[in-house]
């Protein structure tokens, strides 16, 4: 069994068949030698690809990029900002992102200073439901005319579209770990 | 001259006197192995201190505090988070912080599962201004009786109160880099 699923089944709350809370190692508090582990299992997957820069999102996907980074000899990470307003024309990207679990929709945006058709990006996030904030990131990537070299989660919920959305799109998308389903409190992962 | 004080001249962007912008490489794109230089210095200055949580706030802190905890022994790190509203009664400890930059009022919040009595806090920030937000963290460790070890941040603008504040309340406060003013597009740091 895999790092990640073993420690989802340990320290993970179920709070329904769809919701799987991880707050107490990956996205409010940071289990960061954990997290470093799992960052060379994603260095460990990409390290032949020339990839130059992570791109995440604030808040939750920050301290698992740059973890990843550290592995990398010396890569940036960009972080995309989230905003309720739109602020196009002032020197950035932006994409309108739907959030699954408030179900709002918000604006990501990164600096035009910090993503150009020079960089090789590796998409990092910390949850992978219907991929709306990773196809804002691709978004973009796109506008920047940014290579995407790969995109990688730690938990893909293998129930709901997005996993299928980003692989039929042709990216390498590597999820550390895919919960299949939740049933009477056990969670199940799928194989791959 | 200190590390973080050559990279401001070189890489800081004078926007007025008030104002340098370090997005390059601090708060929007984050230079990784830099910060992480910048981890083992706060952890070389607290590293005797019996230090088991760092405690920071989303979302440009929450990089240099995971990369601080990897030099400490497997500590992990707590951030709060920003809200627009009172939550209050949802198990979580919360306070109101005022942002400088936006004049804008917020709460940020952590839940009391990860703050307690036990905890001996070093808490993190990029920036420090006024102090709101470091004020903000040090009420909710209050909140939960945790005690504050020490704290560090990246920049200190000391033509500003914050870093005053927070020391005459006695707290053991780190700033990597005290800019003492910005005149005539040249910085001026705090020799200390």
Do not use: W
Not at 94 to 123: G, H, Q
Not at 129 to 148: R, T
């Amino acid at each position: 069994m895999k790092l990640l699923e073993q420690r989802i089944i340990q320290d993970g709350k179920i709070i329904n068949n769809n919701v799987i809370k991880v707050d107490s190692f990956l996205n409010h508090q940071l289990d960061t030698a954990f997290l470093n582990e799992l960052g060379q299992q994603i260095y460990d997957y990409f390290k032949e690809r020339k990839i130059n820069k992570i791109l995440t999102i604030e808040a939750s996907g920050i301290a698992l990029a740059t973890l990843t980074a550290l592995h990398f000899e010396d890569i940036p990470v960009v972080f995309c900002k989230k905003q309720k307003t739109s602020n196009i024309g002032k020197d950035i990207f932006e994409s309108k992102v739907k959030s699954y679990t408030t179900n709002k929709e918000y604006i990501i945006t990164v600096s035009k200073r910090f993503l150009s058709p020079e960089d090789n990006i590796l998409i990092i996030d910390d949850f992978l439901a219907e991929g709306n904030a990773l196809l804002g990131m691709i978004d973009v990537c796109n506008q920047a005319k940014a290579n995407i070299e790969g995109i990688s989660v730690a938990i893909e919920k293998g129930f709901q579209d997005g996993g299928k959305i980003i692989r039929q799109k042709g990216f390498d998308l590597l999820s550390l770990a895919i919960v299949e389903r939740v049933e009477n409190g056990n969670i199940y992962f799928k194989n791959h």
